[in-house]
């Protein structure tokens, strides 16, 4: 519960430190070892920022109500916020849930499985402005590296190591 305390205070003060009409927002799509999915960022005139990457889908013609979903919350400090290139770091913290028909070989060939996850990473990445219009706005595309703590679906044990991640953001 203190870990959720704290992580509601920084976004409050993030929030606090940014105005609506001086941040630069930003919507895009992301696929790091977090999350993948859409994104929205809100990025202050100082550089410190927020951003929010989700994905769903759900497939009721099932027998059960079968879906993925899986969210992530990313703080970011930009240097250079003015800048072509803009350095970033940030800390991003994500969860996962999904509940699917998982197909085996043998007499029970089927079962309806429940995963979830939380995964952890600090980021170090790089903002390039691929294109930049007269009145600020743009295509920017984002290579970051990660090292974190993470678990996925799809493996069996969550691990501690490296990671990568893409992006690419309309800003304006």
Known sequence: MLYVNKIATAIIIILSMT???????GFGMQADM??????????GPRGAGIELVARGNVNPGSEELEYYARGEL???????????????IGIGTGY???HETNYYYGPDST???TDWGISSAVILGLDLVLLQLDDGSGITVLPELQIGYYSF?????????PGAGIGIRYIW
Request: hydrophobic share 35%; glycine share 10%; net charge positive.
């Open 96 to 98: 996962f849930r999904s």
């Open 34 to 43: 977090i999350g993948q999915g859409l994104s929205w960022r809100l990025l």
């Open 74 to 88: 990313r703080l970011l400090k930009f240097f250079n916020p003015e800048g072509k290139g803009r350095i970033y």
């Open 153 to 161: 679906d799809y493996r069996t044990e969550p691990w501690i190591g």
């Open 19 to 25: 105005s609506l009409a001086n941040a630069e927002q």
């Open 111 to 113: 079962s309806l499985d």
